[in-house]
């Protein structure tokens, strides 16, 4: 395995909730002490690149914003490219629409306005804004998810319902697929990843406690895959698993042991 980048999930990977897994943070140290890329991913919509550096600062690893790569960033990357001139109709968290902001896109209050509508993640999902997605379905020629995550690790250990769950309860009323789900593992991820670890894909390594996502991501992009058992995924389930990681190790720390 000849690698120059690792594309390094967060949440599973590098910590969990609001513990630093053991071994992780000398584990990034000593992968760039290689000088090898590290980019950071990360499906959760809700908060920017900046808000990770500074949450990574917390745990002792120095990342710049072009090292981070959270759903929302690429979604609001996404919607600044291909649909500048669109109105887009957002069902989301104020941590993804302050992302929206900071690329331009001001989303549009009206449904029936919408050109494109975009489901994620955020507490105030209730009635009037499945109403609202309904409507906005109705109007829009493309619908997006930010990532496809059914539900989430919240710090105290329990699952909770996220962006992939919404989407899903919109696609449902409105008997309509999303066009795309970004995040991991889309093809807009895979593009954006490459891009910023200035790596081929053979020359990268993904490393994270999803198969889903993670490995599915890795996969899919023709890249090295390593998947850690620090997280939400057990020997068990790895057994088996279609796509199969090329490596399973029991965290980052042993990540090195594969270069
Ligand atoms: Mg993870």
Sequence with gaps: MNVSGVVVDLDGTVYRGDEPIAGAVDAIARLRDRGLGVLFVTNNPTRSSEAYVERLAAFGVDATTEEVLPAG?????????????????????????????????????????????????????????????LWALDAADRFYGTDPDLTYPDSDGRRYPGSGAITRAVA???????????????????????????????????VGDGLDTDIAF????????????????SRADADGASPEPDHVVESLSDVLDLL
């Design 73 to 133: 960033e690429v979604t609001a990357q996404f919607l600044a490219d291909r649909h500048a001139e669109d109105d887009v109709f957002c069902i989301g968290s104020s941590g993804l629409r302050e992302q929206l902001h900071d690329h331009g896109v001001v989303p549009v209050t009206d449904p029936d306005d919408a050109d494109v509508a975009v489901t994620s993640h955020t507490y105030g999902f209730d009635y009037e804004a499945l109403t609202e997605g």
């Design 172 to 206: 449902g009323v409105a008997q309509r697929e999303p066009d795309r789900v970004l995040g991991k593992p889309s093809d807009v991820m895979v593009e954006l990843a490459c891009e910023r670890l200035h790596c081929r894909p053979e020359e990268t390594l993904v």
């Design 218 to 233: 890795g996969a899919r992009a023709g890249m090295w895959t390593a998947l850690v058992l620090s997280g939400r995924t």
